[in-house]
């Protein structure tokens, strides 16, 4: 088990990783005042765990399984059952689940009485390698992902690898997503990733890959809370078209989304000359071990209208973190026009590989 510590200026978030940790950082919390966030799905594996660790009279409150629970409404409703339950300003928000119900509760915790603690112990290898650290909260909001959040730092985030022996063989290909997108960002990780091709799902492997991305993205949260030095943006690379497909399509999960996303801006990358061929078929081949067949999406162009809402974007040009070389990536940006166009060319190319 090992602690890794963000310091930012309001708040010290610590993470602890590792087997063991939810026996014994989960037990230190019972003593609060504490209400639980999870998904019915969670909820069916895991309330024994629950019960058990923070005894069978704590609150809980169950959203439905899935993207589409993060809204206003379940927002609303969580912010409703806390008061309900006679919640106070000393009171600590759970997290526990995936990276829906960390984002939902998350905002939640930074909302209520003008914001409480939050402990996210994120259940899925998506949440436990990204979305429970760094304290980005978010809903979805008019047909636009994320567009209703805050930065809100969970006090501690509790990834224990116990939790993902339960997931479905899809939310460990997500989660390798978001691992593999790492290995864009950060050598160490790629050269793990590449000697592990033909490994990546097994144990030893998830719980060393789980400890490096959750230091790298340590280190860059630090550095750039607020994601405006331009830093944090980095942790976005293949981002906007996966975001735009992820709203448009709907079929997928966040993570597959990531790894399609990826794959598309690599193609323009490639075509701008920003990635040399080498290294991006070594990043496809990486891709293409998780996501067999990268779908040729007929109507791109449409689901490309959407990249215009992502929050990279200044300007009318359509703004993309692609992979440069080892650990080096680079921002480059297009007109909405020529971005489209790629994005046509690379589904057609796809078309004929199928
Ligand atoms: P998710 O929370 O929907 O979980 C995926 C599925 O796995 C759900 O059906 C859930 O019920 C189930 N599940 C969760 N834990 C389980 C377990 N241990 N055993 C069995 N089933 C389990 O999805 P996700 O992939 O964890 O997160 C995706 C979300 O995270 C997206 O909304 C995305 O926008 C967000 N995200 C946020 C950040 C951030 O920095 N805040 C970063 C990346 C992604
Ligand atoms: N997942 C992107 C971020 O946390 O900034």
């Known amino acids: 088990m090992k602690d890794i510590t963000i310091n930012t200026p309001l708040q010290k978030s610590v993470i602890h990783c590792g ?3 939810f026996e014994k950082y989960a037990a230190e919390l019972k003593v609060r005042q504490l209400f639980i966030v999870t998904d019915s799905n969670v909820f069916a594996w895991y309330r024994h765990d629950i019960w058990r660790a923070f005894g069978d009279n704590v609150p809980v409150h169950i959203i439905p ?13 969580i912010l409703k059952a806390m008061l309900d339950s006679g919640m106070n300003r000393d009171c600590t928000v759970v997290a526990f689940g ?3 119900v960390g984002d939902i509760a998350g905002l939640a915790a930074s909302l209520y ?3 409480v603690r939050l402990v996210q112990i994120p259940t899925t290898l998506l949440a436990q390698v990204d979305s429970s650290v760094g304290g980005k909260t978010a ?25 993902l022996s339960t997931l ?30 033909n490994n990546l799902k097994s ?8 400890y490096q991305c959750i230091k790298h993205k340590a280190e860059i949260v630090a550095e750039d809370e607020h994601d405006n030095k331009g830093l944090r943006k980095t942790l976005n690379l293949g981002h906007t078209t996966g975001h735009a497909l992820e709203l448009y399509y709907r079929k997928k999960s966040h993570g597959e989304f990531v790894l399609i996303g990826m794959y598309y801006e690599l193609y323009i990358a490639e075509k701008l000359n920003t990635c040399p061929q080498n290294y991006a078929n070594s990043l496809r081949n990486l891709i293409k071990a998780v996501i067999k067949r990268i779908p040729a999406y007929e109507d791109v162009a449409t689901a490309a209208d959407l990249a215009k809402y992502d929050k990279k974007n200044s300007g009318l040009d359509i703004t993309l973190i692609v992979p440069e070389s080892e650990g080096k990536c680079a921002e480059i940006k297009l007109s909405a026009e020529q971005y489209t166009q790629m994005l046509e060319e690379c589904a057609l190319v796809l078309k004929g590989q199928a």
């Open 19 to 21: 087997e063991g940790a």
């Open 65 to 77: 399984a899935g993207e589409t629970s993060k809204t206003v409404r379940n927002l609303t409703e």
């Open 98 to 100: 995936g990276g829906v």
């Open 113 to 115: 009485m003008r914001g």
């Open 139 to 163: 809903v979805d909001f008019g047909g636009v992902k994320n567009v209703i959040g805050t930065f809100y730092q969970p006090e501690e985030v509790i990834a224990d690898p116990c939790f």
């Open 168 to 197: 479905p063989e899809r939310e460990i290909r997500c989660g390798l997503g978001e691992i593999i997108k790492y290995g864009a960002l950060n050598a160490r990780i790629l050269t793990l990733l590449k000697s592990n091709i």
């Open 203 to 210: 144990t030893e492997f998830l719980q060393e890959i789980i």
